[in-house]
């Protein structure tokens, strides 16, 4: 028997008039969403006006409704839906609650009011069927009007994929308790401290800060009767002295990369107690007045060292910023310390692999920076992959391949393997891949073609000129840096690393340029610099007086392509412009 969806208007009267017509009404585990028929906040854009909506779970439904009409913060709702079925239970509606909040946080029409106090992707008995059930609950409130996207459309975008309402896997949750422990220690302390989070790529470093910061600002106001449950993951510090040692917390979120930025205040934007404006560059950090109390650093290893920057006015900025705040233009001085010296807590997240520029943080001092986390017991390992479903094993796989062989190293030392539910596929014609990510895109969406930055981007000075010819081939760049994958024609570009670090594909096309080739005979893995164009990742620094060697390099341009090749959840397609390259590829990745 399906679910029956119940709705009713969220009044009173009709309350408790409803609450006569069936005992299920007040004595079993049901789920509801509360929400309001037009937006009415004011202060929004015209075009971003949210429709409020909540989303609970109960097994007295309509005294729960009674808490919540006495709540103030919930009298612009008007109409409640209950779903009730016979075969639930407490296990089922917790994660039916769960799946319809990340859902309508991510639809792109609403502003959640549910706070952020613990979401975990728990199993149970009979789940699977249950999640069959629940694809029909989603269908059914789409049909109504509440649901304005399909599932797989919401899926895919990037506000589901950095929702603060993202389930948290058992080692993310066990590092979240741990450092809101000791950050609420250091506070009670009065003192400050660094904690570090590491982990390979599809750990969800970054779902882990945004859930903690929504978190934290939750924890901060206090939560109304009606909205707080003492079972959830993270109850306990929603009571006792934990508020307000959050009273009045400066906190804010740094993000290198530009794409990402964009994306991330896109969440915050549509998420109640979250504000863009706490999504911050480093260099906004160095100029600001004040200082935060605590700053979450999404890709810390991509924060600069003293190093040309990308324009002529960043440059200009860096000396002054070290003489704000240090008294000296110090060029030992990095963005990491511009972080530390202009907040007293600090979360840094970290993969020492994903360096992709000379002027990134250098590798010793990552090391460094994870070695002192781990002597202070500061130091937390994501270890649970969350992207690729060929799992963990794959990413560390696909790292030891690009690092090896090389000159003096053993070769056969990486043993090939396949990855059972994962499409890995070679290809040696460019033109055949790209009709493949073409069909996958049309079956899943977020198929697309990313590469090594082995072309010049002629493009950005001819909009008609192609960037990447190969085979008969004519591709061009990204046309747009920001929220590139979802935009009109990325289907026909390709990505470059600086544009999907950090985002979630389906299927990714990676095409490895002439900049890492393999020589047959020597069994070697090496760099051409003469095919390489991101100026910025081959630079030297001569402000530094450091200059990067080909074996440097060619560990940067390793670094892309184990980023590039670990983006697709579903599979990734791999074609090297390099015939002996080619020959190397087809040994490890052929599925």
């Known amino acids: 028997m399906p679910s029956d969806i119940v709705r009713v208007p969220f009044a009173r009267e009709a309350v408790n008039l409803w609450a006569l017509t069936d005992a299920r009404h007040v004595d079993w585990p049901v789920v509801y969403v509360l929400d309001q028929s037009r937006p009415q906040r004011s202060g929004q854009h015209p075009q971003e006006r949210l429709r409020d909506i909540y989303v609970g779970e109960t097994r007295n439904a309509a005294g729960r409704m009674r808490q919540h009409l006495a709540n103030p913060d919930k009298r612009q709702l008007d109409t409640v839906r209950v779903v009730v079925d016979e075969t639930f239970n407490k296990s089922a509606c917790l994660d039916l609650e769960s799946r319809l909040v990340q859902l309508l946080s991510a639809d792109g029409a609403y502003s959640v009011l549910n706070r952020n106090d613990g979401i975990t992707s728990a199993n149970y008995y009979d789940r699977e069927r249950y999640r069959?059930?629940?694809?029909?609950?989603v269908q059914q409130l789409r049909s109504e009007g509440v649901f304005t996207r399909p599932i797989p459309e919401i899926e895919n975008s990037d506000l589901f994929k950095l929702s603060p309402f993202k389930a948290l896997t058992q080692d993310q949750a066990a590092a979240l308790e741990?450092?809101?422990?000791?950050?609420?220690?250091?506070?009670?302390?009065?003192?400050?401290?660094?904690?570090v989070i590491q982990g390979h790529p599809g750990t969800g470093k970054t779902v882990v800060a945004i859930y903690l910061l929504k978190l934290l600002v939750d924890i901060g106001s206090a939560p109304p009767a009606d909205d707080f449950d003492g079972d959830s993951l993270f109850a306990d510090f929603?009571?006792?002295?934990?508020?307000?040692?959050?009273?009045?917390?400066?906190?804010?979120?740094?993000?290198?990369?530009?794409?990402?930025?964009?994306?991330i205040k896109r969440v915050f934007r549509k998420t109640?107690?979250?504000?863009?404006?706490?999504?911050?560059?480093?260099?906004?950090?160095?100029?600001a007045d004040g200082e935060w109390d605590l700053?979450?650093?999404?890709?810390?290893?991509?924060?600069?060292?003293?190093?040309?920057?990308?324009?002529?006015?960043?440059n200009a900025k860096f000396p002054v910023i070290n003489e704000r705040l240090f008294g000296a233009d110090d060029l030992a001085k990095t963005q990491l310390d511009w972080i530390r010296a202009k907040s007293r807590h600090q979360i840094l997240l970290v993969d020492e692999a994903q360096?992709?520029?000379?002027?990134?943080?250098?590798?010793?001092?990552?090391?460094?920076l994870l070695e002192d986390a781990r002597a202070r017991r500061r130091h937390y390992r994501l270890s649970t992959q969350m992207r690729v479903k060929a799992g963990a094993d794959y990413v560390g796989y696909v790292r030891d391949v690009l690092r090896v062989p090389r000159s003096g190293h053993v070769a056969g030392s990486v043993l090939p393997r396949s990855f059972e539910g994962y499409d890995l596929r070679v290809f040696d014609d460019l033109g055949k891949m790209h009709a493949e990510i073409r069909a996958r895109d049309?079956?899943?969406?977020?198929?697309?073609?990313v590469a090594g930055y082995a072309w010049k981007w002629a493009s950005k000075k001819d909009p008609e000129a192609a960037d990447i010819e190969v085979d008969g081939v004519a591709l061009q760049w990204n046309r747009t840096s920001k929220d590139w994958i979802a935009s009109k024609g990325a289907l026909e570009e390709v990505g470059s690393i600086h544009?999907?670090?950090?985002?979630?594909?389906?299927?990714?096309?990676?095409?490895?340029?002439?900049?890492?080739?393999?020589?047959?005979?020597?069994?070697?893995?090496?760099?051409?610099?003469?095919?390489y164009f991101d100026t910025k990742g081959a630079e030297n620094n001569k402000q530094l007086g450091r200059s990067y060697t080909d074996a440097e390099l060619r560990e940067f341009i390793s670094n892309i392509y184990g980023v590039l090749l670990t983006r697709g959840i579903r599979g990734a397609y791999v074609y090297a412009v390099d015939p002996g390259m080619r020959v190397y590829i087809e040994r490890y990745f052929s599925a």
């Open 132 to 137: 069959g059930v629940f694809t029909d609950v």
């Open 178 to 195: 741990d450092i809101l422990e000791g950050l609420f220690t250091d506070l009670r302390d009065e003192r400050g401290d660094t904690s």
């Open 238 to 263: 929603f009571l006792g002295e934990y508020p307000a040692l959050l009273a009045g917390l400066r906190v804010g979120m740094v993000v290198p990369q530009q794409s990402l930025r964009e994306s």
């Open 272 to 287: 109640p107690g979250l504000d863009p404006a706490m999504v911050l560059t480093p260099f906004e950090v160095g100029q």
């Open 295 to 314: 700053l979450l650093v999404d890709e810390a290893h991509r924060l600069n060292q003293r190093a040309n920057q990308s324009t002529g006015v960043l």
């Open 355 to 368: 360096s992709v520029r000379p002027a990134d943080l250098s590798k010793e001092s990552v090391v460094a």
């Open 442 to 449: 049309a079956e899943h969406g977020l198929a697309r073609l």
């Open 499 to 531: 544009t999907v670090q950090g985002y979630d594909l389906n299927y990714a096309g990676v095409i490895i340029g002439g900049d890492l080739r393999y020589d047959v005979e020597r069994n070697e893995l090496f760099v051409d610099r003469a095919s």
